[in-house]
């Protein structure tokens, strides 16, 4: 059984949520989205991203006759098939909107979708909203940011080149940005004491990951709580754009 807590918040800056989440204990399913785009393109993009995501794992969960639109790969499991068949539809919904209404060209959305099974967890990252793993007092990052810096110091950059040039927040990918964007599956073991954490930037930009570990190790009464502490810590430094946080532990 699987306890979960999630909470979304505009920010201090943006009049706006462009973030959308699913925390859906029952299908084991949990995702967020940042939106991008101007025109409530951003809006509209996270939400198709999250309702797309949903209807398909839960029709592949219970329809055996349905189609797997891009295929199933046999080197991963079904539930990585499910994430990554479900992420690269969302990405062909977006584009396919944007075609037919001229006021959201352009428009796309990060997502980081994840489904927990008995040990084991399974996600999908598209852009720079994030996976976390909290294990015996140390927080881990699963999920690789799809951004510029991110890319520059897999390249070898230090953190201080990078830390002020003019391309630091761009994203190199994104749903619906690029005719069929590439992503794959990918599978982490866990323990029964982890905690998981997805979050868009709005969360990890302002409070870095040790401003996030120091709010996961201080005492809580339960998930509900310390989700809105992150939420709160964000805002109180700034929040400076929408911020979503879901929180994902397996009850032993």
């Not at 809006?43 to 006759?65: G, K, M, W, Y």
């Not at 994430?83 to 060209?105: T, Y």
């Not at 809580?220 to 929180?247: F, H, M, Y």
Request: aromatic share 4%; charged share 20%; glycine share 10%.
């Amino acid at each position: 059984m699987l306890s979960s807590a999630a909470k979304s918040h505009p920010g201090r800056v943006r009049a706006t949520n462009e973030d959308a989440v699913i925390a859906d204990d029952g299908l084991a399913l949990f995702a967020v989205a940042d939106g991008l785009g101007g025109h409530q393109g951003g809006e509209v993009a996270s939400r198709i991203t999250i309702d797309t995501i949903t209807a398909f794992v839960n029709s592949s969960r219970h329809d055996s006759t349905i189609t797997w639109p891009y295929g199933f790969d046999p080197d991963i499991s079904f539930e990585g098939n499910q994430l990554q068949n479900a992420v690269l539809l969302a990405d062909r919904q977006i584009r396919h909107r944007a075609e037919r209404e001229p006021e959201h060209a352009g428009m796309g959305s990060t997502v980081i979708a994840v489904m927990v099974g008995e040990g084991r967890a399974w996600f999908v990252a598209v852009g720079d909203s994030r996976l976390y793993r909290w294990r015996q007092d140390t927080l881990t990052q699963l999920s690789e940011d799809d951004t510029w810096v991110a890319a520059m110091a897999r390249a070898g950059a230090t953190a201080g080149s990078v830390r002020h040039h003019k391309m630091r927040h761009m994203l190199t990918r994104a749903l619906g940005s690029v005719a069929g964007v590439e992503t794959r599956a990918h599978d982490v073991p866990l323990d029964a004491a982890d905690l998981l954490l997805l979050c868009s930037d709005g969360l990890h930009v302002p409070l870095g990951d040790d401003g996030i570990a120091r709010l996961l190790g201080a005492p809580s009464a339960d998930l509900e709580a310390t989700a809105s502490a992150l939420i709160d810590a964000a805002n109180a430094a700034g929040g400076p754009d929408n911020v979503t946080v879901v929180l994902v532990r397996r009850l032993i």
